[in-house]
Structures are given as C-alpha cells and as structure tokens.
C-alpha cells in the first residue's frame, strides 16, 4: 500500500460557525475566545488575534461555543492578526483534495504521513475513515509535514485508554502520561469524544502524571509557541554552483547555494521551503530533491522531496537560523537513472518561497535560481549496494541499563564498480525503536575488518550520523562491513532499538574519477531503505556497579573502639532503582595470631558514608556460608537496602575489642556475584 491513499471528503466551509453567543459586550483578557459582530471566533494570545479558520477546527478545541467573549468591533480591530489557528494534536486525522496522503496532526501543527489504510485501522479502529477532515488548500500553509509516524505508534496529543483498563493516557512521544483525574482532564480542555482505546501500550515509557492544566496542553496551537519577531535575509552565495554536468544515479549534485543572514538578536526558524525545477527539463530527471545545510557534505533537512504538478517540492522540517549568525543552505538533486535521464536537458533549481516561523520577516527577492546544468546519459560513475553484514545481529542482545559496546547493527558496502574507486564519507541511520534521544549516550561505528574505531555520533531527533574522518576509501570491485555498537546504554528500560537507514542518501558515497556523489542500491526501493526490523533490541532493567572507593585508603586504627570504618564502595546504580536484599562483606585478619580474631569484630553495620544513615541492621563478623576460621568471616545481612539512580558511597563500620595487638591488619571485600 502506497504511504498516500485516498478519501473522499467534503470541503469545510471557510469561516462557517453555527452557534449562539449572548450579546454581552466586554473587555478580553490574553487566553480568551472572542469574537466582534462578524460570525468569526478568535482565540487572543500575546495582545493578538488567532483565527479559527472553520468550525471543524473550533471542536478539536473546545465542545462549543458558551465561552466565546463578544467584544465591540473598535476592541477587536485593536487586535493584529496573528495568524491561524490549526487543528488540536491527537483529535483528527487531516488532508487536503489535491493531495491523497492522509496525516496525524502532532502540536504546533506538524503532519506525520499514517502510511496506509491498515495502520489507519490498526490505531482508530474499522471507523478510521471517519476521523478524517479535509483542509482547505489556502490553510495548509499553517502546517508543516514531518517525518512518518513510526507504525503502531499514536500522533503525540492522543488520549487513549487500553483495553481492559480504566487509565486515561496522554501520549507524549514515547511515552504515556497518565491523567490523574477527572478535574486535570477538563483542565487542560481535553474531550472525551476524542478517546481512542489500544489493545496495547506497553511499547510506551510511563510518564509523569498530568495532575493540573499545563500550559503546554491548554495553548491553541498557531499562536506563536516562541519568541516573536526576528527577521533574516536571504541571497544568492557567491559560491553558488557553476553550470556543469550532472550524470545518471548522481546524488547531491549541487544547484544552488543560498545565505540565510540573521543580523539581529533573535533566532529566527524557516518553517518551510519550496524549491521549483525550471530549466529545458522534466520532472523526471530527478529522482528527488532536498536541503543540504553548511556544505555539500553536511547534514540533510527532512526527507528527499518530489515534485508536484508545479514543478515545485515542499522541505518542510525547521531550520534555525541562530541569532547573528548566516545559514548556508544548498538545493541539490539527487538525479535519476541514466535510463530515465533525458541527454541534453538543460535543468535549474531554485527557492521559490520561504516560511518563516513566528511572525518573523524575510528580506530578499524570492524566485532565487542556480544556474543551468547539462544532463549527460553516456558516462557510468561508480555503482555500490548495501547490505546487511554477515554478523548483523539477529537476536536481541537484550542490553541492561549500563550494559557497554553492545552491537546493534552491522551493514555491507560493496563497490561494484571495476573502474573507479569510491570513499565513504557518512553513514545515517534512523533509531526507529522506542528508545529516546538520552537512552542512549553515544554510537560508534567500527570497521569489522580491524575492529578500528571509525565515528562516534549521537541520537539527535532519531538520527545517529556517523562523519567519517578521514574518509574510508574502498577499491574497485571491493567490499567492507561496518558494526555499529552502543557505547553504553543509560536508561530506556522496557524501550527497544533498531536502526534503520530510512533515505537512500543516507550513505554518502563518492566516486573518486569523476567527483560525484552516487545513490546506491538498497534491500528496498522505498523508506526506509533498508529495514532491520528482525534486529530489534529491547532494553532490559537497571544494572548495579560495586567497585572499591579509591578515595578510603588504608590507616591506622585503634583496638577497643566502636564504630571503626574498615571500608568503603561505590555503588553505581543505572536505569533504575535496585533493591538489594542481600549483603555480605568477607573480612580477613593477617599479622600475629595471638591477637584479636573475628570473634573480636561484632556489630558491622553498612551505611551511606555520604548521609551517615545506617543502611542495614548490625551482625556480628562470622557465620558467612563460606569457610569461617579464626582469621576470616564476615558481616551478612538480609535487610532490603533501596538504591535510587546514581553514585552511592556505602561503607562498612565495626566495633573491634581490645584483644587486637600491634601490627594486625584488617581488610573486608565484597564480591556481589556472592549475592
């Protein structure tokens, strides 16, 4: 099934409301609904009015219409127009008559493609198709399309219940944040009409409960959500690509080259822009097109883009221009197959518009073209394919929290060409589990031929982009595999990892004769190109960590006293709280036998050397499982000691008698394996 299928809808009628407001007229106040003697309703945020732009759109915010405001049309005049007011995150499914693909509306107005008509079902049962709302052409300019949603999961804004269960969650990302009560629910202006019910949600992180209205819930989105104002300008770079010639299978060959100046001292954030194809060319001579930031060799904004009727692709994933700082972006494409390639075409690419977020202004004059590029059919560059490694892990390697090098993926890169040599600058992939952002600390990537360290990346919004430097370089006809590995794994217990390479420009190859990128061939034709879904790793409990405390050294201590420290560990708790519930330190008497023994060390205590609190009940020093002799024995308890997340120093005090001589030494260890 094709990611965009089609329902038939009726359009919304524009600015159509059907509902009673007594005619009282009254100051508003920021977080009002209001409305003047026109039939449209406003939401007032920051001294300016947010239009709603049709009634459908007024329901996924509130049921009806008794708290509307009316205010007199001076007083409404006195409010500038903000902008438009977009559907509530998690209530409706959205598309528009000229586009088949249906999405789920995430806050701040972000589209995520459902994918297919069993997703559709699998997540809003056998009615989904009655959940969907068209949007008018002229608003979907509010919106901005973000990645697909990962499938089986809910837009975040979804409240939903599992079956057999009375719990209401909100879904967060990743996670399911229950609602504590009744009251925070009507709070944070929820609705019931919107509930879902799930078979199952365990593939969700409990989150903190919603107890009260949260600001984040209650604001309508399309009212600013940042600071406001800002401005940039945008021109061409002077080092915009030079007319050339691009060839068959070329990816990122460069068209143009643009300067986003923000001179002020706000950040200013491109919601979208649209690159146009204009030239003596078709459509067809593209594979896709895309935003590459800083240089050819940076990273990708969003996904490959195709053009529509208009000869026009839409980038739409934000792009933050830092204040006093200049953005360079590049339009490039990523050209089709020397097959379907027309020789002699002659094709430019261009920014045709750029949206900006937050009521911020853009300076510049829009069309900016690159210059024109000649197509050329008769020349091969190189040819490579990916592939799964031989020791791409197929089982769950089940890594605990603190678990380190674990291996999660490992790909194959075989150059096919017998001509020209290619090197490998990037390899991206996409986390497409459960697991967030901060589950996991780093990934490095490994060439499996030496087990040398080649990048280490982090997770950034689901992305690990590994840059190789320098680059590795791979000879005609030869091939490599590469291991992915988990530097340490710090929480996520529960949550799952698989990485993916979703776009087929993910691995950026060059090819060394003619200096092109190339796009190689994946396991898939589509995204994700190369799906490891049999490679799933779910993250097990917590993990506990004891090791001796450098900073408690030996010394000196006196026979006869209570409360005498012989030792001191740090215990390394990771993931989650441990409860121990059994603990036992094995101690040793060396020196002249005629001394103390074990039966001199009575009342070991464990204790958090940090606080001073005792953390289990005193035991005599003797009556361990193991060999028990005059010189050796132990301190054992079964009391539960509960340690939370984090470094805890736990020492061990004895009260020693005066049978003790000069020149005896005491030492206690702990062995947890013993536990």
Same mark, same amino acid.
């Given at each position: 099934?094709?990611?965009?299928?089609i329902?038939?809808?009726?359009?919304?009628?524009l600015?159509?409301?059907?509902?009673?407001?007594?005619?009282?007229?009254?100051?508003?106040?920021?977080?009002?609904?209001?409305?003047?003697?026109?039939?449209?309703?406003?939401?007032?945020?920051g001294?300016?009015?947010?239009?709603?732009?049709?009634?459908?759109?007024?329901?996924?915010?509130?049921?009806?219409?008794?708290?509307?405001?009316?205010?007199?049309?001076?007083?409404?005049?006195?409010?500038?127009?903000?902008?438009?007011?977009?559907?509530?995150?998690?209530?409706?499914?959205?598309?528009?008559?000229?586009?088949?693909?249906?999405?789920?509306?995430?806050?701040?107005g972000?589209?995520?493609?459902?994918?297919? +008509?069993?997703?559709?079902?699998?997540?809003?049962?056998?009615?989904?198709?009655?959940?969907?709302?068209?949007?008018?052409?002229?608003?979907?300019?509010?919106?901005?399309?973000?990645?697909?949603?990962?499938?089986?999961?809910?837009?975040?804004?979804?409240?939903?219940?599992?079956?057999?269960?009375?719990?209401?969650?909100?879904?967060?990302?990743?996670?399911?944040?229950?609602i504590?009560?009744?009251?925070?629910?009507?709070?944070?202006?929820l609705?019931?009409?919107?509930?879902?019910?799930?078979?199952?949600?365990?593939?969700y992180?409990?989150?903190?409960?919603?107890?009260?209205?949260?600001?984040?819930?209650?604001?309508?989105?399309?009212?600013?959500?940042?600071?406001?104002?800002?401005?940039?300008?945008?021109?061409?770079?002077?080092?915009?690509?030079?007319?050339?010639?691009?060839?068959?299978?070329?990816?990122?060959?460069?068209?143009?080259?643009?300067?986003?100046?923000?001179?002020?001292?706000?950040?200013?954030?491109?919601?979208?822009?649209?690159? +146009?194809?204009?030239?003596?060319a078709?459509?067809?001579?593209?594979?896709?097109?895309?935003?590459?930031?800083?240089?050819?060799?940076?990273?990708?904004?969003?996904?490959?883009?195709?053009?529509?009727?208009?000869?026009?692709?839409?980038?739409?994933?934000?792009?933050?221009?830092?204040?006093?700082?200049?953005?360079?972006?590049?339009?490039?494409?990523?050209?089709?197959?020397?097959?379907?390639?027309?020789?002699?075409?002659?094709p430019?690419?261009?920014?045709?518009?750029?949206?900006?977020?937050?009521?911020?202004?853009?300076?510049?004059?829009?069309?900016?073209?690159?210059?024109?590029?000649?197509?050329?059919?008769?020349?091969?560059?190189?040819?490579?394919?990916?592939?799964?490694?031989?020791?791409?892990?197929?089982?769950?390697?089940?890594?605990?929290?603190?678990?380190?090098?674990? +291996?999660?993926?490992?790909?194959?890169?075989?150059?096919?060409?017998?001509?020209?040599?290619?090197?490998?600058?990037?390899?991206?992939?996409k986390q497409?589990?459960?697991?967030?952002?901060?589950?996991?600390?780093?990934?490095?990537?490994?060439?499996?031929?030496?087990?040398?360290?080649?990048?280490?990346?982090?997770?950034?919004?689901?992305?690990?982009?590994?840059?190789?430097?320098?680059?590795?370089?791979?000879?005609?006809?030869?091939?490599?595999?590469?291991?992915?590995?988990?530097? +340490?794994?710090?929480?996520?217990?529960?949550?799952?990892?698989?990485?993916?390479?979703?776009?087929?420009?993910?691995?950026?190859?060059?090819?060394?004769?003619y200096?092109?990128?190339? *796009?190689?061939?994946?396991?898939?034709?589509?995204?994700?190109?190369?799906?490891?879904?049999?490679?799933?790793?779910?993250?097990?409990?917590?993990?506990?960590?004891?090791?001796?405390d450098?900073?408690?050294?030996?010394?000196?201590?006196?026979?006869?006293?209570?409360?005498?420290?012989?030792?001191?560990?740090?215990?390394?708790?990771?993931?989650?709280?441990?409860? *121990?519930?059994?603990?036992?330190?094995?101690c040793?008497?060396?020196?002249?036998?005629?001394?103390g023994?074990?039966?001199?060390?009575?009342?070991?205590?464990?204790?958090?050397?940090?606080?001073?609190t005792?953390?289990?009940?005193?035991?005599?020093?003797?009556?361990?499982?193991?060999?028990?002799?005059?010189?050796?024995?132990?301190?054992?308890?079964?009391?539960?000691?509960?340690?939370?997340?984090g470094?805890?120093?736990?020492?061990?005090?004895?009260?020693?008698?005066?049978?003790?001589?000069?020149?005896?030494?005491?030492?206690?260890?702990?062995?947890?394996?013993?536990?």
């Amino acid at each position: 099934m094709k990611k965009g299928f089609i329902i038939f809808m009726a359009l919304a009628m524009l600015l159509s409301y059907s509902f009673v407001v007594a005619p009282v007229v009254k100051s508003a106040s920021d977080g009002d609904l209001i409305k003047g003697s026109g039939s449209a309703v406003y939401y007032l945020n920051g001294g300016k009015r947010y239009v709603f732009p049709n009634e459908k759109t007024y329901k996924t915010w509130y049921p009806d219409f008794s708290g509307v405001v009316v205010v007199s049309d001076s007083e409404l005049s006195s409010y500038p127009l903000g902008g438009n007011v977009t559907y509530r995150a998690g209530t409706k499914m959205v598309k528009i008559d000229t586009v088949p693909t249906v999405y789920a509306v995430e806050p701040g107005g972000v589209l995520r493609s459902i994918l297919s +008509e069993a997703n559709a079902a699998a997540l809003y049962g056998s009615t989904w198709n009655k959940k969907i709302d068209d949007v008018p052409d002229s608003f979907w300019v509010n919106y901005t399309v973000g990645d697909d949603l990962t499938e089986g999961n809910y837009p975040t804004g979804t409240i939903v219940k599992e079956e057999g269960s009375a719990t209401t969650y909100y879904i967060d990302g990743a996670t399911r944040r229950p609602i504590a009560t009744g009251v925070a629910f009507d709070a944070n202006n929820l609705n019931w009409s919107y509930l879902v019910t799930a078979t199952s949600l365990v593939a969700y992180s409990d989150g903190t409960s919603i107890t009260g209205a949260e600001t984040a819930l209650t604001t309508v989105a399309g009212t600013g959500g940042g600071v406001v104002g800002g401005s940039v300008t945008v021109s061409l770079a002077s080092d915009t690509p030079a007319s050339t010639t691009y060839m068959g299978t070329q990816a990122r060959a460069p068209f143009l080259a643009v300067n986003v100046a923000n001179s002020g001292s706000t950040d200013v954030t491109i919601d979208n822009i649209v690159i +146009e194809r204009g030239g003596l060319a078709l459509d067809a001579d593209f594979a896709t097109v895309a935003i590459i930031e800083d240089s050819i060799s940076g990273s990708q904004t969003g996904l490959n883009k195709t053009f529509n009727s208009d000869h026009r692709a839409t980038v739409g994933d934000d792009i933050v221009v830092k204040a006093g700082t200049t953005k360079k972006l590049f339009v490039v494409g990523n050209m089709t197959t020397r097959e379907l390639m027309t020789a002699g075409n002659t094709p430019k690419l261009g920014i045709y518009s750029m949206a900006l977020k937050n009521d911020a202004t853009l300076s510049g004059s829009l069309p900016i073209w690159g210059n024109t590029m000649s197509l050329n059919t008769g020349v091969h560059i190189a040819a490579a394919t990916m592939a799964a490694g031989g020791s791409n892990p197929t089982t769950d390697a089940a890594p605990k929290v603190g678990d380190m090098n674990v +291996e999660v993926a490992q790909i194959k890169v075989t150059n096919d060409s017998t001509t020209e040599e290619i090197q490998i600058e990037k390899v991206v992939f996409k986390q497409n589990g459960t697991a967030s952002d901060s589950d996991v600390g780093t990934y490095s990537l490994y060439d499996s031929s030496n087990g040398a360290k080649l990048a280490t990346a982090s997770q950034v919004n689901k992305y690990i982009e590994f840059s190789l430097s320098p680059v590795f370089k791979l000879g005609k006809a030869k091939n490599n595999e590469f291991m992915v590995k988990i530097d +340490e794994v710090q929480g996520g217990s529960g949550r799952t990892i698989q990485l993916d390479i979703y776009r087929n420009t993910d691995l950026l190859l060059k090819g060394l004769t003619y200096n092109a990128y190339v *796009i190689p061939t994946f396991p898939a034709t589509s995204q994700p190109y190369w799906d490891n879904a049999g490679e799933v790793h779910k993250i097990g409990n917590g993990s506990l960590k004891v090791e001796p405390d450098s900073t408690f050294v030996a010394q000196n201590i006196a026979e006869g006293k209570d409360g005498v420290q012989i030792g001191q560990w740090l215990f390394t708790v990771k993931g989650e709280a441990v409860d *121990i519930t059994a603990m036992e330190a094995l101690c040793k008497i060396a020196g002249t036998a005629a001394g103390g023994n074990i039966s001199d060390m009575t009342g070991g205590i464990f204790y958090d050397v940090e606080t001073g609190t005792g953390l289990t009940g005193a035991d005599d020093v003797g009556g361990l499982t193991t060999t028990t002799t005059a010189a050796e024995g132990g301190v054992s308890s079964t009391d539960t000691v509960s340690l939370n997340v984090g470094v805890h120093k736990v020492g061990l005090k004895i009260n020693l008698s005066s049978d003790f001589v000069d020149g005896q030494t005491i030492t206690c260890e702990i062995d947890p394996d013993t536990w």
